[in-house]
Every structure is written in structure tokens, then in C-alpha cells.
């Protein structure tokens, strides 16, 4: 991270024998990376292979789609009219 320059936020500081949580993390970035991916349509067996997750089920949970990503894949849909 702070070769990315990416400043550290920290939202919950250590107590006792816990770890401080920071608003960004290596973490939260490779959920943005699969998840933009994701959005610009690059093939799930790609993205699996950059991110390194070796299950469909793990990767699923990365990958968050936007909601209009979705409403784009919907619009290609053909008009369905009533006769």
C-alpha cells in the first residue's frame, strides 16, 4: 500500500490482542480489481487467473457487479411486444 501511495485510514484502532482496521487495505483493492474487471467484461476465467482464486465460489465473492453494468446487459435484450 504505501508503495502505491495509497494513504492508510485507520477506522478501528488495536485493542487488546486485535489488529487495527484501515479503511483501505490490499484486501479491499483486489475486491475493486475483480470487480472492475468484472464491469469491462473480461472473462471470469481470466480474472480468476490474475487474482489467483483457484474456485468459482471464492472468486463469485470478489467479484461485485455495477449496477449499470447490469442494466447495460439487459438493454441488449430484444424489445418483447404484446400482439
Not at 489467483?52 to 446487459?73: F, N, P
Amino acid at each position: 500500500m504505501g508503495r502505491a501511495h495509497i494513504e492508510q485510514r485507520v477506522i478501528r484502532a488495536k485493542s487488546g490482542a486485535g489488529q487495527s482496521v484501515n479503511a483501505l487495505s490490499f484486501h479491499s483493492l483486489r475486491h475493486s480489481f475483480t470487480s472492475i474487471l468484472a464491469n469491462c467484461g473480461v472473462a471470469e476465467e481470466v480474472r480468476m487467473l490474475l487474482t489467483g482464486h483457484t474456485t468459482r465460489a471464492i472468486h463469485q465473492r470478489y467479484s461485485h457487479h455495477d449496477l449499470g453494468a447490469l442494466r447495460d446487459a439487459v438493454a441488449v435484450l430484444p424489445r418483447i411486444t404484446a400482439k
